[in-house]
């Protein structure tokens, strides 16, 4: 099976992204692909809730701040990810920010850190982003907000 990595967006308001991608991501591990899936939703994170995940500390912030400290390695990413139990397969997620304003939180390069060991590890990662900015959108936090799930 090739190995792959997809991001999964729509525009605002679009229902069915997170539900898209946790479907390409049973799919594909019950093919008997390694799948990680990230929630990088920077406006409503809900593969956690969608999935009845419990989460002390959101998987992303945790792989990204280990990034930040040049302690996040393979194996890590792999402790920091819930595995999910679905038709005798199993897969992992990284769960989302819950608020956006935490986005600010991330630094660009540990978030490109966590794709890229994410991409080493698994054959296949599904990202469900949020929809891009529009020139007409705006907020305090804009710029950086959408930079880090743009640039995988």
């Known amino acids: 099976m090739p190995r ?4 999964v967006w729509g525009p605002h308001g679009a229902p069915g992204r997170t ?3 946790i479907s390409i ?6 093919a ?4 990680l899936l990230v929630d990088a939703d920077s406006w409503s994170a809900s593969a956690a809730a969608h999935l009845g995940l419990l989460e002390e500390s959101a998987g992303l912030a945790q792989a ?5 400290r040049g302690t996040l390695d393979g194996p890590g990413l792999v402790r920091l990810a819930q595995t999910v139990r679905t038709a005798g397969s199993s897969w992992d997620v990284l769960t989302g920010l819950p608020r956006p304003e935490r986005w600010a ?3 660009p390069r540990a978030v490109e850190r ?9 054959s296949h990662v599904i990202i469900d982003v949020a929809a891009p900015w529009s020139t007409t959108r705006r ?8 930079r880090e799930t743009l640039r995988p």
């Open 105 to 107: 939180e991330l630094r």
């Open 139 to 146: 907020s305090a936090s804009a710029p950086r907000h959408r």
């Open 64 to 68: 990204c701040r280990a990034a930040d």
């Open 32 to 35: 008997g692909a390694q799948v």
């Open 4 to 7: 792959g990595i997809t991001a």
């Open 25 to 30: 991501a049973s799919e594909l591990a019950i």
């Open 19 to 21: 539900t898209t991608a």
């Open 114 to 122: 966590v794709l890229h060991l994410a991409a080493a590890r698994y």
